[in-house]
């Protein structure tokens, strides 16, 4: 991938973009632009930092709710879950039962979209320093548990440690830079008001807590939701050394580590055990014209 400025790039957006929504059969999607961003974290050991492409997409606004899934398939995920609630106790074929029998497209999100969707467009560093008034050696504290995966442009070299020399004299050079959100909240930080974390130990409805920049809710802490891929660490890419399981994202309402509610992290869950705090949500390819 050649390297290019952030502002040339079509596909990423470095302003809050502006939120396109659509309805498909009983659900809310909303339209997520493709490009290019850094997929991984270096706060945990399975998600090395990379760049990644996805093509424009479609992503449920929220997981699928109870009430929905027993409309689709005629019976209950959870059977005393409310049907405002996502739908859980699924799964990775019931949720794939689920949106062949829904149809009109929908299919699981693919785990680099998902990422792409919490994250949010890359975000200028530079405005966001302005913004908030924040000089060039305070940057390191700042930046802490919001963003992380700097870059210079689209391809570029993945800048990881605020704190290192080379990453300091960018920051004097007043050069500008992008990075991402670390967690799948409109702030990017980890907060009660954004995040259920550790706050009831209890589900909730599916469309709790503030959108985020491309107006999906409740990917952080609803529940672990299946994607279609099958699970492999970046550094071991066969498949078969993790007994074909499938990724899980967003961490449930049962999760209090904070490296749990990672933008980032990556569970994974054999595809045929039921647990009461796995659902999913729908996805679909492209962007319907306006």
């Known amino acids: 991938m050649s390297t290019l400025p952030m502002t040339q790039c079509v596909g990423i957006n470095v302003a809050v973009p502006i939120i396109h929504l659509e309805i498909v059969g009983e659900h809310i999607m909303a339209g997520i632009p493709g490009g290019a961003f850094v997929m991984g974290s270096?706060?945990?050991h399975d998600t090395q930092?990379?760049?990644?492409e996805?093509?424009?997409f479609m992503m449920g606004r929220?997981?699928?709710?109870?009430?929905?899934y027993r409309s689709v398939l005629d019976r209950p995920g959870e059977e005393r879950s409310p049907i405002a609630h996502a739908a859980s106790n699924l799964i990775w074929?019931?949720?794939q039962e689920y949106v062949h029998t829904h149809g009109e497209g929908l299919r699981l999100p693919k785990d680099a979209e998902w990422e792409y969707a919490a994250r949010g467009p890359a975000v200028s560093m530079r405005e966001e320093m302005d913004?908030?008034?924040v000089r060039p050696r305070d940057f390191a504290r700042f930046a802490a548990g919001r963003f992380e995966n700097f870059v210079l442009g689209v391809g570029s070299?993945?800048?990881l440690d605020p704190s290192a020399k080379p990453f300091r004299s960018m920051l004097e050079s007043r050069d500008p830079f992008w990075g991402w959100r670390v967690h799948p909240t409109p702030s990017g930080a980890l907060t009660h008001e954004e995040a259920w974390y550790a706050v009831m130990g209890s589900a909730t409805d599916a469309d709790w807590g503030p959108a985020g920049p491309y107006g999906v809710q409740g990917m952080p802490a609803g529940v672990w939701e299946w994607v279609e891929d099958r699970y492999t660490r970046f550094d071991s890419p066969d498949p078969k050394s993790f007994n074909n399981s499938r990724v899980v994202r967003g961490a449930a309402y049962i999760c209090n580590m904070p490296k749990d509610f990672l933008a980032?992290?990556?569970?994974?869950?054999?595809p045929n055990l039921r647990r009461n705090f796995q659902g999913f949500r729908v996805a679909r390819s492209g962007i319907s014209p306006k």
Do not use: C, F
Request: charged share 30%; no cysteine; hydrophobic share 25%.
């Open 42 to 44: 270096s706060a945990d």
């Open 49 to 52: 930092p990379h760049w990644e």
């Open 54 to 56: 996805v093509s424009s």
């Open 62 to 68: 929220t997981a699928v709710t109870e009430g929905q």
């Open 93 to 95: 074929n019931d949720a």
């Open 131 to 133: 913004r908030k008034g």
């Open 157 to 159: 070299e993945i800048l």
């Open 264 to 270: 980032a992290h990556r569970g994974y869950d054999d």
